[in-house]
């Protein structure tokens, strides 16, 4: 039998109550529902101006003054000669009174947060009312940055493009990014089709040269073997083994270049020094064999051709058709189309039995696969019972054959 | 001295329905071989057919096979193996090693556990274990290293949480945790971008995941079953406005702190809701 019950609380259960008060008391507070926690308001703040949410406090005690007159900011009674008073805001409590508004219970180490005017333990008012950070998921303390709608600890608000804090130097929304002021140039340089030169920092108006992944002036170099002074035909070649990756890549000159025999990008018309793919009778850097629809790398996964192009599964079975649940293949026939898949004529069958199936035949589903009616029949009672009392809850979708 | 006569009519009519369909089906060199339904309890029934190495298809479904020999994986061609509806309690470990192996079908068995190493299969693209006995560390440590997996049907058992190794499975596009015992699911079912088909049916979730929010769990060809388990109101709320609006609302940062305090309060999870004990699996 299906157990459908929902049993849980109205107020979900925060922190430890073992009183029954609490918990009324919390209901009233905060209206009964859940959602009010959620639309505690923050007031968004500049990234210039941190806000600190709840201040961190430490009891202060009084201790040589007149007692005449006083009285407990809580219950109102006075205070004994020796008794120790507790001080906060020009508020005087008995120590005994002064505890936290959440859990009435005296404050750890004397250390509470005012929020609204109440004072929490610190463990409450993190429950309660402490932002969560956008990143690490863990409550924020302290100096809150609010920014691109959310909230972060001022160390977890980073550059998204080179990982820079930015909480104290600021940052610029580009196209729903947070980016520190030099990547924002950066795309912004990318924008007008140019780069920022690596060593220079300027932008790069005239051809730039690529240089172990960063965009350079060519000025900046000279051809490792003859020594000229450097263009944007300039080639970056691996040709040392021994070193890492990166250390290999030496520049030459064109002419220097054409010397030494290297197969070139159908795509990009520049050497391969790397991996070569060979597909489509052309030769291709490893990053630019993409799909002729969304343009991302094949990446030595699987690619589809036709009329002389590349597909990525994806796209070619969007373009030119489905692919077959069992045997994976674009279906070039006929296709079957049932329970959020598609079948091949051959292997549109019974998911049990394997016997061929047919517009005509009848079949039944178990978690979308297809069963035939003999093989339903021979499901064990008990699952056939669960599966029709499933089905009986389960909204039907018009066209399943059933 | 009278001898009683010797027949010498070919014992044919005698012979089971098993040994005459692997008769015909070695004449014609059939590489499709359907012995669903065939009363066969054991291998020696079947004899030569761990030689038959050209067949690509085993279909012995709706039989009551109790041991797999080691020696199938003889059957070096083989891309669909189905044994749904046996009395399947251990595999051998050899069977990991079929080097074509595509299709696995071990729906309705006895299965309380899986070999070690079982994950090594080199090319399985749909793992079907469907009402079986298999719990949490049924699962040998290599499970989740099954790139090629494409359908995983884990229904109608009893696992109480999925691992965080979930990940792995980058071209999972169907995982069926129909009518087990799950408690909670971990973040990282949110890098299966490629899932279409994801049931939940019948478990013990109260809250989902923000990541899962991360899927496309709402779009045309998606599919999303979540009845029967016992939602909090914020999800129950979005749920009954539909998929999209339960998907949106996963990525929002209201759902984010109510997720992060509910996990840092963890209330115990509600009790298991499907009768099993019922299960033919159970027999022993
Ligand atoms: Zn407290
Ligand atoms: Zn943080
Ligand atoms: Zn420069
Ligand atoms: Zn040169
Ligand atoms: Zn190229
Ligand atoms: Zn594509
Ligand atoms: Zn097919
Ligand atoms: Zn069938």
Redesign the pocket.
């Given at each position: 039998m299906w157990n459908i019950k929902d049993k849980s609380p109205d107020v979900p259960v925060m922190g430890d109550f073992k009183d029954g008060k609490l918990f009324l008391r919390r209901k009233h507070q905060h209206d009964g529902s859940y959602k009010k926690f959620e639309d505690i308001d923050y007031s968004p703040v500049e990234i210039s101006k941190p806000e600190v949410v709840g201040e961190k406090n430490v009891t202060k005690w009084i201790t040589n003054m007149s007692r005449d007159n006083m009285a407990c900011a809580r219950c109102g009674d006075g205070f004994g000669a020796q008794e120790k008073i507790v001080n906060s805001t020009g508020q005087l409590w008995h120590q005994q009174c002064f505890v936290c508004a959440q859990c009435f219970q005296e404050f750890p180490n004397g250390i509470f947060y005012e929020y609204d005017g109440r004072k929490y333990c610190e463990h409450d008012f993190q429950v309660l009312f402490a932002p969560c950070c956008n990143k690490c998921n863990s409550f924020i303390i302290g100096r809150v940055i609010k920014a691109m709608n959310a909230s972060w600890h001022p160390e977890h608000f980073l550059c998204q493009m080179c990982d820079m804090e930015l909480a104290e130097t600021g940052f610029i929304k580009n196209g729903g990014r947070a980016l520190c002021h030099e990547c924002n140039a950066k795309i912004k340089a990318q924008g007008l089709g140019k780069y920022v030169c690596h060593k220079c920092h300027s932008l790069i108006d005239d051809q730039p040269l690529k240089f172990r992944g960063e965009m350079y002036h060519p000025y900046h170099f000279n051809c490792t073997a003859c020594g000229v002074e450097l263009d944007g035909n300039a080639r970056e070649v691996r040709n040392r083994s021994g070193f890492a990756k990166n250390d290999m890549n030496e520049l030459y000159c064109l002419r220097c270049h054409d010397k030494m025999g290297i197969p070139i990008c159908g795509a990009c018309r520049r050497p391969i020094e790397e991996r070569v793919v060979t597909a489509l009778g052309k030769h291709w850097h490893v990053e630019h064999f993409?799909?002729?629809?969304?343009?991302?790398p094949f990446l030595g996964h699987r690619h589809y051709e036709k009329k002389g192009l590349a597909?990525?599964?994806?796209?070619?079975h969007?373009l030119f058709g489905n692919l077959c649940h069992v045997c994976n293949q674009v279906i070039g026939g006929d296709v079957f189309t049932a329970l959020n898949k598609a079948w091949c004529v051959h292997h549109f069958a019974c998911s049990v039995c394997d016997q061929k199936m047919n517009q005509k035949t009848k079949f039944y589903e178990c978690d979308l696969k297809p069963v035939c009616k003999k093989c339903y029949e021979k499901f064990p009672n008990e699952l056939r019972r669960r599966l029709r009392r499933q089905h009986e809850a389960t909204p039907k979708k018009a066209g399943t054959p059933v | 001295m009278n001898q009683a006569p010797v027949s010498c009519i070919p014992t044919q009519s005698k012979m089971s329905k098993a040994k005459k369909v692997l008769e015909e089906s070695r004449e014609i060199q059939n590489p499709e071989l359907d012995l669903a339904d065939k009363n066969v309890s054991t291998f020696e029934e079947m004899p030569g057919l761990l030689n038959m190495t050209y067949v690509t298809r085993l279909t012995l479904s709706h039989n009551k096979i109790k041991v797999v020999p080691p020696g199938l994986a003889n059957l070096i061609n083989l891309e669909i193996l189905n044994f749904s509806n046996n009395q399947i309690e251990e595999l051998p470990l050899s069977l990991s090693s079929m080097p074509k192996l595509r299709i696995l079908n071990l729906s309705i068995n006895r299965l309380f556990t899986l070999p070690r190493g079982f994950g090594a299969f080199p090319a399985l693209e749909v793992l079907d274990l469907t009402y079986n006995n298999l719990k949490d560390d049924s699962l040998p440590g290599n499970f989740f290293m099954m790139e090629t997996l494409r359908a995983l049907y884990l229904g109608d058992n009893d696992f109480e949480h999925l691992p965080a190794d979930i990940k792995n499975l980058k071209n999972l596009q169907i995982l069926v945790l129909r009518e087990n015992d799950i408690v909670e699911l971990p973040s990282e079912i949110g890098e299966l971008t490629r899932l279409r088909e994801l049931h939940l049916q019948g478990n013990r979730l109260t809250i989902l995941p923000p990541e899962l929010g991360n899927l496309d769990m709402a779009s045309q060809k998606a599919v999303f079953k979540f009845e029967g388990n016992e939602w909090v109101e914020q999800i129950k709320d979005q749920l009954q406005l539909g998929v999209s609006h339960l998907m949106d609302y996963l990525k929002s940062d209201t759902y984010r702190m109510l997720y992060k305090r509910y996990i840092t309060n963890k209330p115990p999870p509600p009790p298991p809701c499907v009768d099993k004990s019922k299960k033919i699996s159970r027999i022993r």
């Open positions: 993409v799909c002729a629809k969304c343009e991302k597909y990525c599964e994806t796209h070619y969007q | -």
